[in-house]
């Protein structure tokens, strides 16, 4: 662990600015990315997201004919709709 040194032009400002130093090295977090970004929507639905369409509507996430819309872009190998993006990544749920 490397040890920062510190240098006070003012005396009185000193005892109490050392008690606030963290020795620690600074860490800066990016913000998380969109998980929509993460996945190539232009490629045709796969059997493992019509799957997670398949679980959504079981558990009523999704209505019958949005499935029923996943189904035939499926037999055409269509991108996944637009709307239902978020079903397959999970953020359904949170807010917008």
């Given amino acids: 662990?490397?040890?920062?040194?510190i240098i006070f032009h003012n005396k009185t400002?000193?005892?109490?600015a050392a008690a606030r130093v963290s020795a620690l090295p600074v860490m800066f977090v990016k913000a998380a990315p969109d998980p929509l970004e993460a996945v190539d929507w232009t490629a045709s639905i796969t059997h493992a997201?019509?799957?997670?369409?398949?679980?959504?509507?079981?558990?009523?996430?999704i209505d019958m004919s949005?499935?029923?819309?996943?189904?035939?872009?499926?037999?055409r190998r269509r991108p996944v709709p637009?709307?239902?993006?978020?079903?397959?990544?999970?953020?359904?749920?949170?807010?917008l």
């Fill in 1 to 5: 662990m490397t040890r920062r040194r």
């Fill in 13 to 16: 400002v000193a005892p109490a």
């Fill in 49 to 61: 997201q019509l799957g997670m369409l398949i679980k959504a509507a079981h558990v009523g996430d």
């Fill in 66 to 75: 949005d499935l029923a819309r996943a189904a035939e872009a499926s037999l």
């Fill in 82 to 95: 637009e709307d239902l993006r978020r079903v397959i990544v999970g953020t359904h749920l949170d807010p």
